[in-house]
């Protein structure tokens, strides 16, 4: 299955066309995103790769913001082991997702993957990319089930939160004061 989504960044200015197909044991994204942010004009162009669990095996970006490029290669081997930029990267051990902060397509990597229940929660490592700010570091977040389509997303510490709405796939539509989908066709 192919879908092809179209947000725009709310808070970030942008415009992202991210394809996303599934197979039966993987999934392939790729995405463009052109913005400007705080005086940064930037463009992002990333591929993740997942398993059929939806666990992250690759993530490749290139970036260039104010015309600074920036390239990252981030190889995980589904037990929270990294390899970033083709070297051991023990401070992402036990991460199993990346968050890429200019786009909503990252949150859909941990919905998909915890399956959680409605009310249920979970406490996760993720190798979070602030592109914009050169920051790739590991962080704590915490999502938690309210309905089919709704998943409250927590930073930890809880320095931010949302109430995100998603698609019966996971994907997207309205992550408050950040990211709006305006478009998406499934083929």
Do not use: M, W
């Given at each position: 299955m192919q879908t092809n989504i179209l947000w725009t960044g709310r808070a970030y200015y942008s415009l992202e066309n991210c394809q996303v197909n599934e197979h039966e044991n993987s999934a392939e994204i790729t995405s463009t995103i052109i913005g400007s942010y705080e005086g940064k004009l930037y463009k992002v162009e990333y591929q993740i790769r997942t398993n059929a669990r939806w666990q992250t095996v690759l993530l490749e970006l290139t970036s260039?913001?104010?015309?600074?490029p920036q390239?990252?290669?981030?190889?995980?081997?589904?037990?929270?082991?990294w390899i970033y930029n083709g070297k051991e990267a023990a401070q992402f051990?036990?991460?199993?997702?990346?968050?890429?902060?200019?786009?909503?397509?990252?949150?859909?990597?941990?919905?998909r993957r915890l399956q959680l229940q409605q009310g249920q929660s979970q406490e996760i490592q993720v190798i979070y990319c602030d592109i914009l700010n050169q920051v790739i570091?590991?962080?704590?977040?915490?999502?938690t089930r309210l309905s089919n389509n709704?998943?409250?997303?927590?930073?930890?510490?809880?320095?931010?939160?949302?109430?995100?709405?998603?698609?019966?796939?996971?994907?997207v539509i309205d992550y408050p004061g950040l990211f709006v989908r305006t478009a998406a066709v499934t083929g």
């Open positions: 260039q913001v104010n015309n600074k390239t990252i290669k981030l190889e995980g081997d589904e037990k929270g082991n051990r036990n991460c199993i997702d990346v968050d890429i902060a200019v786009t909503p397509f990252t949150n859909t990597l941990p919905i570091k590991p962080v704590s977040q915490k999502y709704e998943y409250h997303y927590e930073n930890i510490p809880n320095d931010f939160e949302a109430t995100i709405k998603v698609d019966d796939s996971g994907l």
